[in-house]
């Protein structure tokens, strides 16, 4: 997705997360949240989904991992509020804060299967740790499936205890391991 995401001029944090409850690559509906596939938001989904945005902007952005760096992140310490970064423009990030906006926006709908693909490229180490400790806690639910693909076993942020299966892929098979 990182690769493929539209990088348009005019295209805030909070438009792009948005855009990951339709699925779409433009933002729509009044606030920025997307209409829903068949006939339209009420207000109630799009008080949800306001709702939800706001929680992965707080989980995951610029407050999560500047408590962990103790403000050494990539961002400007100005711009750490949720509600500053938000209206920040997409393409005038990092590359490290466009992956961790395009994992809010994998996240915020919440959808049954997440396919988390190198999802930690360009992110520095205090973006990695508050992601993995979002993902541990709240940020996968026990109605959701995660696929972590990766070359590097450390990247997988939960363990067997969790419910973790691994599969290698070895000779063109995949195995669980």
Same mark, same amino acid.
């Given at each position: 997705m990182a690769n493929a995401f539209p990088r348009r001029s005019g295209m805030?944090?909070?438009?792009?997360?948005?855009? @990951?409850f339709d699925g779409g690559f433009v933002p729509l509906g009044p606030k920025n949240v997307g209409i829903g596939i068949a006939c339209g938001l009420t207000d109630k989904e799009t008080e949800w989904r306001v709702g939800r945005v706001w929680e992965v902007l707080?989980?995951? @952005?610029?407050?999560a991992w500047t408590k962990l760096s103790s403000g050494h992140g990539q961002t400007n310490p100005a711009d750490v509020s949720p509600e500053a970064f938000a209206l920040r423009s997409f393409v005038d990030l990092s590359a490290g804060e466009q992956s961790i906006v395009l994992l809010m926006r994998a996240l915020v709908g919440r959808p049954q299967l997440v396919l988390l693909d190198e999802v930690w490229s360009g992110m520095d180490e205090a973006m990695i740790n508050a992601a993995r400790a979002y993902l541990r806690t709240d940020g996968v639910a026990e109605d959701q499936a995660a696929v972590v693909i990766s070359?590097?076993?450390?990247?997988?942020?939960?363990?067997?205890d969790d419910g973790l299966?691994?599969?290698?892929?070895?000779?063109?098979e995949g195995k669980e391991a």
């Open positions: 805030t944090v909070w438009d792009a997360i948005g855009t @990951g707080r989980n995951l @952005g610029p407050t070359h590097w076993e450390d990247e997988v942020p939960w363990g067997v299966k691994k599969f290698r892929l070895l000779g063109g």
